[in-house]
């Protein structure tokens, strides 16, 4: 937790190693391989990607398909979080990578180098990646003939590629769109039609989606779509939509969602693996008590927490595999969660760093950019003594002359200074 985002090189050395290791798992090597991610995340570490991109070329065929390898791809992805251009040569180099692992890297690298630009081109071609038909091959004993065998596993191979590419697009529109508003209404209106017309292998990701979407801004539509997908008949979809609820309501001790949750767990009282889940998304609605959060954004919503972000992902990514992981034996991975937690309370301290209460005005935040004069920045406030607690879209404003804050955005902690002009 202490190096994420420091890009320590002795950090770096230790776990670099590992991944060339032949005694390493794949469960090993797909959680070093998201530790150096972590580390040297938005960096484009030169030697983390090569080393990442040398260990992928050099697993075998079966060794690929293992349900670990996505956190190698996810590992080389976060080293080029925001980036943009940036990640266009590693994308090419994935190209010699063995699907069905080439192709789902080489798309959740392209998605997290444009992760919260709103890129409608990146948005239109994870659609257009959404829209394509796969059919699930299945093992068939019956096929004897040595030919026949093999045109029946590449088809399969093609298939498992074709549904690993789309999962990670699904949670690729969500990453794009969701700096700002707009862009998230018009995601948001893409999911409900592929949760119409989508393919099985994408229901099971849209709720992931959403949760991405909505990190801790429990909104009605949202709520009421997962609330639905929760009593869906594919488990997979369930057991999402439930953990989305979750990470929707994170930190806000939202009463509707703690309801919706408590039938949900009468619900599913028979049912271990869901219950598990109920449970699961009861803590993160009452993350900390009401005084966390998940959302990556923060300082007026206008800068991206990218440790955030990776943390999330992390978790998500475990999700594309729910019953192979998070069920299974890998539920440590939820982990991931710690490094998206910020606080989202307001607490103000004196000079010395004692706490000093003041009174605050807290209301929706205003977009004033480009307004002439001194528009006001909130509307429909409360005035409240702090420490305070900030909703999604809330600001605050000190409500006294007395003193005056060291930082222009009031968030988190906030050291204030005396004003002078009033003690003259």
Same mark, same amino acid.
Do not use: W
């Given at each position: 937790m202490r190096v994420l985002g420091s890009n320590r090189e002795d950090v770096i050395e230790l776990l670099l190693p590992?991944?060339?290791?032949?005694?390493?798992?794949?469960?090993?090597?797909?959680?070093?391989?998201?530790?150096?991610?972590?580390?040297?995340?938005?960096?484009?570490?030169?030697?983390?990607?090569?080393?990442?991109?040398?260990?992928?070329?050099?697993?075998?065929?079966?060794?690929?398909?293992?349900?670990?390898?996505k956190f190698l791809a996810l590992g080389l992805a976060l080293t080029y979080l925001g980036k943009q251009e940036e990640a266009a040569l590693t994308i090419e180099a994935l190209k010699v990578v063995g699907n069905p692992l080439g192709k789902m890297a080489a798309t959740l690298v392209e998605v997290v180098a444009y992760a919260g630009t709103g890129d409608v081109l990146k948005i239109q071609k994870m659609l257009h990646l959404c829209s394509e038909h796969f059919e699930v091959v299945k093992d068939d004993p019956k096929i004897k003939d040595k030919k026949e065998k093999a045109e029946h596993e590449k088809k399969k191979l093609e298939s498992e590629t074709g549904i690993a590419q789309q999962?990670?697009?699904?949670?690729?529109?969500? +990453?794009?769109?969701?700096?700002? $508003?707009?862009? =998230? &209404?018009? *995601?948001?209106?893409?999911?409900?039609?592929?949760?119409?017309? %989508?393919?099985?292998?994408?229901?099971?990701?849209?709720?992931?989606?959403?949760?991405?979407?909505?990190?801790?801004?429990?909104?009605?539509?949202?709520?009421?779509? +997962?609330?639905?997908?929760?009593? $869906?008949?594919? =488990? &997979?979809? *369930?057991?999402?939509?439930?953990?989305?609820?979750?990470?929707? %309501?994170?930190?806000?001790?939202?009463?509707r969602l703690a309801n919706m949750l408590r039938q949900l767990a009468q619900y599913y009282h028979k049912d271990a693996n869901n219950l598990f889940m109920v449970r699961l998304a009861q803590g993160l609605v009452h993350l900390g008590k009401g005084t966390l959060t998940l959302s990556p954004y923060h300082s007026d919503r206008m800068l991206m927490s990218r440790v955030a972000v990776g943390g999330l992902l992390?978790?998500?990514?475990?999700?594309?595999?729910?019953?192979?992981?998070?069920?299974?034996?890998?539920?440590?991975?939820?982990?991931?969660?710690?490094?998206?937690?910020?606080?989202?309370?307001?607490?103000?301290?004196?000079?010395?760093?004692?706490?000093?209460?003041?009174?605050?005005?807290?209301?929706?935040?205003?977009?004033?950019?480009?307004?002439?004069?001194?528009?006001?920045?909130?509307?429909?406030?409360?005035?409240?003594?702090?420490?305070?607690?900030?909703?999604?879209?809330?600001?605050?404003?000190?409500?006294?002359?007395?003193?005056?804050?060291?930082?222009?955005?009031?968030?988190?902690?906030?050291?204030?200074?005396?004003?002078?002009?009033?003690?003259e």
């Open positions: 590992v991944l060339c290791d032949s005694k390493s798992t794949m469960e090993v090597i797909g959680q070093t391989a998201l530790a150096l991610g972590m580390v040297a995340i938005s960096t484009c570490h030169g030697e983390v990607t090569s080393t990442i991109l040398q260990t992928m070329m050099e697993k075998s065929e079966t060794e690929l398909k293992d349900t670990h390898t999962s990670v697009a699904v949670l690729g529109i969500a +990453l794009i769109a969701m700096a700002e $508003d707009l862009g =998230a &209404e018009m *995601a948001l209106r893409s999911f409900s039609n592929l949760l119409r017309y %989508g393919e099985p292998g994408i229901r099971r990701i849209v709720p992931l989606a959403l949760g991405v979407l909505s990190a801790s801004n429990p909104r009605l539509e949202i709520i009421d779509t +997962l609330s639905k997908l929760s009593h $869906d008949s594919d =488990a &997979e979809v *369930a057991h999402n939509a439930i953990f989305a609820m979750g990470i929707v %309501g994170s930190g806000t001790n939202n009463a992390g978790v998500m990514t475990a999700f594309m595999d729910v019953n192979g992981l998070i069920i299974g034996k890998s539920h440590y991975l939820l982990y991931h969660l710690v490094s998206a937690i910020q606080p989202r309370m307001l607490v103000t301290f004196n000079e010395e760093l004692k706490p000093l209460p003041v009174p605050v005005r807290v209301g929706q935040a205003v977009d004033v950019v480009g307004q002439a004069g001194k528009p006001k920045t909130i509307t429909g406030f409360q005035t409240h003594t702090t420490p305070v607690l900030l909703a999604h879209g809330e600001r605050a404003e000190l409500g006294t002359n007395e003193y005056t804050p060291l930082t222009p955005i009031m968030e988190g902690f906030v050291i204030l200074r005396k004003n002078e002009e009033m003690e």
